[in-house]
Structure formats: structure tokens, C-alpha cells
């Protein structure tokens, strides 16, 4: 039976709670072991392995952001800015009983001393079948902004 | 008259009030004196590299489109049409054959010369289209770098840059034999004044503070590569307010050394490039991907930082956009240049383990400077030990204050004489 939508909303929903409340080392879980988290920089890169990305993360980087996160040695992070997001106009763009994509939107509040900043984007995974139940096996986050000046974000979007 | 502060009583050689970072009429004054008096960074060649190519960009608040044109020339040109003022090009980088603005039709050829007016009888002969070409600005390069103002009386670019050549010809040894080229950028802002970012650049000491956290994700080789505040590295003033920090000596010419042990980190694409290129060039293009161990500041926009391009713009007096530009080797293997992307990644950008504490702590100088009043921003680290060159550049320890008192030497040059002395004119 192929992958339902019900069954990979459950997946992000979750993912998205994780995230924001600071969960980071259970967020680690939810992916594939040659999963990526990617948020391009080009609103039309693919391949992007060949191009700079704001982020390009195998799980190596993950685990690395995570620590990061959690260490308390980063001025920017110490403690993470705040978070609230939502996850919204969901698509199955593909589904087999292995895999499957899905879009949707993300709107994303973020707190950090005193400033509340907002982050729109399009999101795109792909899920996969494995032995330890669905989990993420790319997660791109392409930010509506992506071309323009960010400010720093020290969290996980 | 406006009452126009005195920079003059901002200033003194260990010291600085900290009013320089949120004065707007201070500000008002770095736009005109700084930033249309000085040669400033707006292009590398490879961003522009065919005949019609384009970017845009600004020369200060100055919105301009560099471009080149059919015969090869470079034109810096002010981004704005001659009859109502609109910009006649928005988008980031293109190929063109022409400007032509959106609201009557103006038409520019690629040098800015207005070559087509629609309607044009309705000026019964009093439009003379040949004094009315986009604004164009000097322009003049060096190594790839391409360098414009809007002054006319200013010595050259060459003279300009001096003593710092042969950094930058150092610097773009990374490109491994190949022409470097750009290969992306991180782009953000920060709620600060532009000088804070001047400053950090040429600023090893909070490395090992600031960046604890970046440290902790790379392997203890890089560490100890890393590891310099205390080392044997050096500031240097070259003159005109640009000054190199050099943090690994190893690392200034990465053509020397080729017999060092390849590290750790670069063991698996090391294999990969054998098989591909000699064991000599395969050493060099790590050694390339590794980035150079230094970073030159090029007053007021422009610093070669170790393995990027940090470009700065002033947006008010307290606040500055700043670009890191990857760079990589045009030609070279994509492997190589991949590689060079995971490590920009890794500590750039406003998602990167470096740039966003960097970040932090200039936010932090900004909003504690408003505390007070009369109250000093200290420049005097490594004074006491600092000494002269021979050729009579000052210089200090790795961590010392130099470059930051070299750029600020310039600034009150800028700020109050409005040009800055040809090589060998004086002082």
C-alpha cells in the first residue's frame, strides 16, 4: 500500500514539534542514515551538491548542528532563539509503498532577545520505508527570502 | 550651516569614542567622503566574464551595473535613467545586449551611451543624446579585482592598493593554477555599524572566543591549525588603511610547502584527485581548497578572508549588509570546488558555525555602545610591542590591533582631507 498522506503529516507534525520544542537529539532520529537537510540558496537548484547552499547537511553535519545547539559554546545559540512554525496546504507530489514526496507550507515565528522575525518557505520531502518505521530521507527548505539578506539563524528551520 | 562633527575629536591612535558607530550626520559624512572619494570593490572578473554580461550592485548607497562591454571594457554605471531618474535594470546578473528603462523606453548600449529615446521629435531637437550616457564611473582592476569611484582626482587604483599586491596575488593562488572564480554567496545583515565589521576581519583575538562552538566541530588537526592567537603569526599595516593579518604562516603561499604531509580531512578527496592529476597537483589543489592563512583587509569594503571574499555595505548607521563569496578554481575539478562549498557552508553564512556568532557579538558592540557617553572603544592591543619593517609597514602580534588602527588612520585621512596621498607623495 502506498505511503498515505495521513501517514507522512504524522512524520513532519512531529518534526515540526521537535524543532520547536528544542528536541533536537530526538530529531536526529527521524531521518534516514544518508538522509539530507538541505536549504538552498537558488529557488531552482537540484543538484545541490554543485552550487553553495546555506545549509548542505548529511548526518554527520545534523548531529554537529545539533551539539551546536545543545553545548551552550555558541554566543548566538546559547540559549536558541525560539521558535513556533506551522506546517500547512500539504501535496503528495508522489507516493509508492517505499517512498514518497510531499510539499507544503511553513510559516515560522522566531524569538531571540527581544527581535521576532518571521521566515516563509516551501518545503519538500521525501520520505522512505525503512525497517525502523517512515522517516525523512531529504528535507529542502526553500525560503522565500532565500535570495535576499537573512539574518543569522541559529536554529533549525 | 550644518554643524558637521569633528571626526577629528572621534579619533585618537589607541582609541576611538564610541559615538563612531551610530552617529547618522558622522554617517552622512562616510557615504560622501569614504565611499565617493576612495576606490571601492564592486566586481571579481569571473562574474562578469563575456561581452553583455552583467551584475548589479552599489558603490556605497549608489546603485550601479557593472558590465562589460562588446569590446571587453569594464563599465561601472550609475543605475539610473537620465530622463526621470528610474533604475533601468533589477535584476542581480543577466547578459544583455542593452538597458532600456521601464518607464519611457530609454535605451542604453553596454558602454551607457543612450542610443534610442522613443518619440523623440517631441523634443523639437533639444535632446542631445550624447551627453546624456548612464553615469559612468572610473573604473580600474587588479588581479581579477575590479575596483570603482566616482572621483576623478584620486591617484590610481595601483597606487591605491601599494604594498598590498603582492597579498592579493598570494591570495589568489588558490585558484591552484586555474583563474580563481566566484561560486556563490551568503548574504545578511546585522543590526551594527559598518566599521564593527571593518574591524573584525583584521581581528584574530576573538576567534578562539567567539568561534568555541565552530571549533568544537572540526577535527583536532584543523584545531591545531587554527589554534594561532599566541603563535607566530603577524599584523601588518600596508598602508591606506589596508593591513594583513596572517594566522598561519604555513599558509601564506600555497605553492611552497607542496612536500607537507596532506591533513587528515582531505585524505579521501586527495585519493579521488590521484587519479586524476599527478601527486605534485594533487598536493596543490589541497593545499588551494584548504584556503590561504591570512586575510587582507582592503579598506573600506573589502577583505580576501583565508578562503572567501567578505564584501560589506553600509545600509544606515546602524545597520550593514555583509556578502561572503565562495570562490573556487575556474577549470579545476568539481570535486575540488565541492569541497570548497562544504567548507563555506560549514562556517559561513547566516546558517554557517562561525558567521552567526561573529554576528551575535557585533549586535552585541553595537547595543552596548549606546551605553554612556564619552566612553572610549579601546585600539591599542599589541601597541606596545608593535615595530617597523624595514620598507616601514608597522606591525605587531596575530592578535594585535594594528589593522584596525591602520583602517582608522585612513578613515580620518578620508574624513578630513577627502583624498588619500599617492605612493611616495608625503605622508
Known amino acids: 500500500m502506498s505511503i498515505t498522506l495521513q501517514d507522512a503529516v504524522a512524520l513532519i507534525a512531529l518534526e515540526a514539534d521537535l ?15 544518508d538522509g539530507r537537510y538541505v536549504v538552498p540558496i537558488d529557488p531552482d537548484v537540484e543538484d545541490f551538491e554543485s552550487v553553495l547552499n546555506y545549509a548542505y547537511d548529511d548526518a554527520a553535519m545534523r548531529e554537529k548542528r545539533v551539539e551546536r545547539l545543545l553545548g551552550g559554546r555558541s554566543i548566538s545559540a546559547a540559549p536558541p532563539a525560539r521558535t513556533v512554525r506551522l506546517l500547512s496546504r500539504y501535496r503528495m507530489l508522489e507516493t509508492t509503498d517505499a517512498t514518497c514526496t510531499l510539499r507544503c507550507a511553513q510559516h515560522l515565528m522566531e524569538l531571540r532577545q527581544g527581535r521576532q522575525r518571521d521566515y516563509a518557505a516551501n518545503v519538500t520531502y521525501r520520505l522512505k520505508n525503512t525497517d525502523g518505521g517512515l522517516k525523512i530521507d531529504l528535507k529542502v527548505i526553500r525560503l522565500l527570502t532565500a535570495t535576499e539578506a537573512l539574518t543569522a539563524v541559529s536554529y533549525i528551520l | 550651516m550644518q554643524d558637521l562633527p569633528d571626526p577629528r575629536t572621534l579619533l ?148 591605491w592598493l601599494g604594498r598590498t599586491k603582492p597579498w592579493i596575488d598570494l591570495f589568489m593562488k588558490q585558484g591552484a593554477g586555474w583563474p580563481v572564480k566566484t561560486m556563490g554567496e551568503h548574504k545578511f545583515t546585522f543590526p551594527g555599524n559598518w566599521k564593527i565589521q571593518l574591524e573584525n576581519t583584521t581581528d584574530a583575538y576573538h576567534f578562539p572566543i567567539v568561534h568555541k562552538s565552530f571549533l568544537d ?92 571574499f567578505r564584501v560589506l555595505r553600509p545600509l544606515s548607521a546602524t545597520s550593514t549588509e555583509i556578502r561572503h563569496i565562495a570562490i573556487g578554481m575556474d577549470g579545476g575539478p568539481d570535486v575540488a570546488n565541492q569541497a570548497r562549498l562544504r567548507l563555506h557552508e560549514h562556517f559561513q553564512g547566516p546558517m554557517g558555525f562561525g558567521t552567526p556568532d561573529d554576528a551575535e557579538a557585533w549586535d552585541r558592540v553595537q547595543r552596548g555602545s549606546l551605553a554612556g557617553k564619552n566612553i572610549d572603544i579601546l585600539l591599542n592591543r599589541g601597541l606596545g610591542h608593535e615595530a617597523q619593517r624595514p620598507d616601514g609597514n608597522l606591525y605587531s602580534d596575530v592578535s594585535a590591533e594594528t589593522g584596525m588602527r591602520a583602517a582608522y588612520r585612513q578613515w580620518l585621512v578620508a574624513m578630513t582631507d577627502k583624498a588619500f596621498p599617492a605612493e611616495g607623495e608625503g605622508a
Not at chain 2, 224 to 243: A, W, Y
Not at chain 2, 265 to 287: M, T, W
Request: glycine letters at 8%; charged letters at 20%; one cysteine or more.
Open chain 2, 217 to 308: 566541530s572540526v577535527d583536532q588537526e584543523t584545531q591545531d591549525t587554527l589554534n594561532f592567537v599566541g603563535g607566530k603569526g603577524f599584523v601588518e599595516d600596508l598602508g591606506n588603511g589596508h593591513s594583513v593579518m596572517v594566522m598561519i604562516p604555513e599558509l601564506v603561499d600555497l605553492d611552497e610547502n607542496l612536500d607537507a604531509p596532506i591533513p587528515e580531512r582531505f585524505a579521501e578527496l586527495a585519493a579521488g584527485l590521484s587519479k586524476d592529476y599527478p601527486p605534485e597537483k594533487v598536493r596543490q589543489i589541497i593545499r588551494a581548497v584548504g584556503g590561504s592563512g591570512f586575510n587582507l583587509n582592503l579598506f573600506p569594503n573589502l577583505a580576501c578572508s583565508m578562503a572567501f
Open chain 2, 12 to 159: 585618537a591612535p589607541d582609541r576611538a569614542d564610541g559615538s563612531i558607530y551610530s552617529d547618522p550626520d558622522l554617517y552622512d559624512m562616510e557615504m560622501d567622503r569614504i565611499f565617493m572619494h576612495n576606490w571601492i570593490w564592486v566586481a571579481h572578473r569571473s562574474e562578469i566574464p563575456e561581452p553583455g554580461d552583467f551584475i548589479t550592485t552599489f558603490v556605497g548607497p549608489h546603485p550601479v551595473i557593472v558590465c562589460r562591454d562588446r569590446q571587453g571594457v569594464v563599465h561601472v554605471m550609475l543605475n539610473r535613467c537620465r530622463h526621470r531618474a528610474a533604475t533601468v535594470c533589477e535584476l542581480r546578473r543577466g547578459k544583455t545586449a542593452s538597458f532600456v528603462c521601464p518607464y519611457h523606453g530609454w535605451a542604453y548600449g553596454l558602454d551607457g551611451t543612450l542610443r534610442g529615446v522613443p518619440h523623440q521629435e517631441g523634443y523639437s531637437g533639444h535632446l542631445d543624446k550624447s551627453s546624456l550616457p548612464l553615469v559612468n564611473l572610473r573604473v580600474e582592476e587588479y588581479n581579477g579585482l575590479v575596483f570603482a569611484t566616482f572621483d576623478e582626482t584620486i591617484p590610481s587604483l595601483d597606487s
Open chain 1, 19 to 33: 524543532l520547536d520544542h528544542g528536541a533536537f537529539r530526538d530529531w536526529l532520529t527521524l531521518y534516514t542514515p
